[in-house]
């Protein structure tokens, strides 16, 4: 059973920088590959972006590219997402998601890919 948990999230100004974590355990970490997710009200559950198990490769939406960036530690069994330039558009659950098995190139992009969940992070942009 692979757990995953959150933090990080806060509510902050648009325009300011956040770096949320995600702590996995239960599962090799270096054998998972990993993702992040967000959910804005009312709205569906979205890809941000993913990363291989070895951090090779790394996939994301259109709409996180060149301001936000994945990352993972495979020492620590962390995940992480900083985000620059935050705007009012960003306020959503984040949620970080494990996939296992899969090459090692493998960075999935759709929900239906992901074995596992976090609980998600609440991040708050003001204007």
């Known amino acids: 059973q692979v757990r995953l948990l959150e933090s990080g999230g806060g509510h902050v100004q648009a325009g300011d920088s956040l770096k949320l974590s995600c702590a996995v355990s239960?599962?090799?970490?270096?054998?998972?590959?990993l993702g992040w997710f967000r959910q804005a009200p009312g709205k569906e559950r979205e890809f941000v972006a993913s990363i291989s198990r070895m951090s090779d490769y790394s996939y994301y939406d259109d709409s996180a590219k060149g301001r936000m960036t994945i990352s993972r530690d495979n020492d620590k069994n962390m995940l992480y997402l900083q985000i620059h330039s935050l705007s009012p558009e960003d306020t959503a659950v984040y949620y970080c998601?494990?996939?296992?098995?899969?090459?090692?190139?493998?960075?999935?992009?759709?929900?239906?890919?992901?074995?596992?969940w976090g609980q998600g992070t609440q991040v708050t942009v003001s204007s």
């Open positions: 239960g599962h090799t970490f270096s054998s998972i590959s």
């Open positions: 998601a494990a996939r296992l098995g899969g090459s090692l190139y493998y960075t999935p992009a759709t929900a239906k890919d992901y074995n596992y």
